[in-house]
């Protein structure tokens, strides 16, 4: 449910979206949805690399409305050969009106559904660089209130904008030194508010295989937070957040492995009947 990102509407995806969709097809997916990241609202919410090449919100925004018209055609196109549900990622920023412009977004092109993730601490983005990290996290007064502010914000951003899917819940551990303490007891208590803001708005889980892909040895999220939100009845889906078509279905059956020994027993897809969009849990286990 979260990836689909492609170089025609992200910067620092490559290929086509249909490239990505004939992959996913050709990997023999039922049902695949792509959530491309929704606009940035300002200049300094802008990566670096987009910088680099002249980007603009202007940009951002056009890109993003080509998105919603490219992906409502490739899943008429696709109709019969593979399920597309569109989607996007809401990459909560600190605005006074974000939320409501992405609810606006999200209505305005009929999205099916969104995933809600925090990208940014202390208004410093914390996974497009170790050096914007650091920053972020010496910002906040160190590691353990970083790592609180953050799970604060995602419990916010499930708040203000009642995702179906909650992407890559411990991000932060992407750029965090080599056996730092992401686990400590406050930072627990931050965490459990956010799965149980999770659990209340009944949103999904991303279990996003992506962190493998970057180097990390557990994907998002870590088996700690895969046993707190089971025991909490919150339910997970996958996640490749593929960038590319040669990243799709990334990782998907070491994660299955993965949940099943963590206690998780079954995923949980989107299904659309007409306008209306409904779950379905499937069994891990054969």
């Known amino acids: 449910?979260?990836?689909?990102?492609?170089?025609?509407?992200?910067?620092?995806?490559?290929?086509?979206?249909?490239?990505?969709?004939?992959?996913?097809?050709?990997?023999?997916?039922?049902?695949?949805?792509?959530?491309?990241?929704?606009?940035?609202?300002?200049?300094?919410?802008?990566?670096?690399?987009?910088?680099?090449?002249?980007?603009?919100?202007?940009?951002?925004?056009?890109?993003?409305?080509?998105?919603?018209?490219?992906?409502?055609?490739?899943?008429?196109?696709?109709?019969?050969?593979?399920?597309?549900?569109?989607?996007?990622?809401?990459?909560?920023?600190?605005?006074?009106?974000?939320?409501?412009?992405?609810?606006?977004?999200?209505?305005?092109?009929?999205?099916?559904?969104?995933?809600?993730?925090?990208?940014?601490?202390a208004e410093i983005s914390?996974?497009?660089?170790?050096?914007?990290?650091?920053?972020?996290?010496?910002?906040?007064?160190?590691?353990?209130?970083?790592?609180?502010?953050?799970?604060?914000?995602?419990s916010d951003m499930i708040e203000a904008l009642c995702p179906e899917i909650v992407g890559h819940l411990d991000l932060p551990k992407l750029h965090a030194p080599a056996g730092a303490e992401l686990a400590t007891p406050r930072i627990r208590r931050a965490a459990e508010e956010a799965v149980e803001a999770a659990r209340n708005r009944n949103c999904i889980l991303d279990l996003n295989t992506a962190a493998w892909r970057k180097g990390l040895p557990e994907p998002y999220p870590a088996p700690w937070l895969v046993r707190l939100a089971s025991e909490a009845g919150v339910p997970f889906c996958f996640g490749d957040d593929s960038h590319c078509a040669e990243q799709v279905g990334f990782g998907i059956e070491r994660a299955r492995r993965y949940l099943l020994a963590n206690g998780v027993k079954s995923v949980t897809c989107l299904e659309k009947h007409g306008r209306a969009l409904a779950r379905r849990e499937i069994p891990l286990a054969p």
């Open 126 to 154: 914390i996974d497009e660089s170790p050096e914007l990290y650091r920053r972020a996290v010496d910002t906040c007064g160190g590691l353990q209130p970083f790592m609180e502010r953050y799970y604060r914000l995602v």
């Open 1 to 121: 449910m979260h990836g689909g990102h492609s170089g025609e509407f992200c910067e620092h995806a490559t290929g086509t979206l249909r490239e990505i969709l004939d992959a996913a097809a050709e990997a023999g997916f039922h049902a695949f949805g792509v959530s491309e990241h929704a606009p940035r609202p300002e200049p300094r919410f802008l990566y670096e690399s987009e910088r680099a090449k002249g980007y603009s919100v202007e940009r951002l925004e056009r890109e993003f409305e080509a998105y919603a018209e490219a992906s409502e055609k490739l899943q008429e196109e696709f109709r019969g050969r593979l399920t597309i549900l569109r989607g996007f990622e809401a990459e909560v920023v600190p605005s006074s009106n974000y939320s409501r412009t992405m609810r606006t977004i999200r209505r305005r092109h009929r999205f099916d559904y969104t995933v809600g993730s925090v990208h940014h601490v």
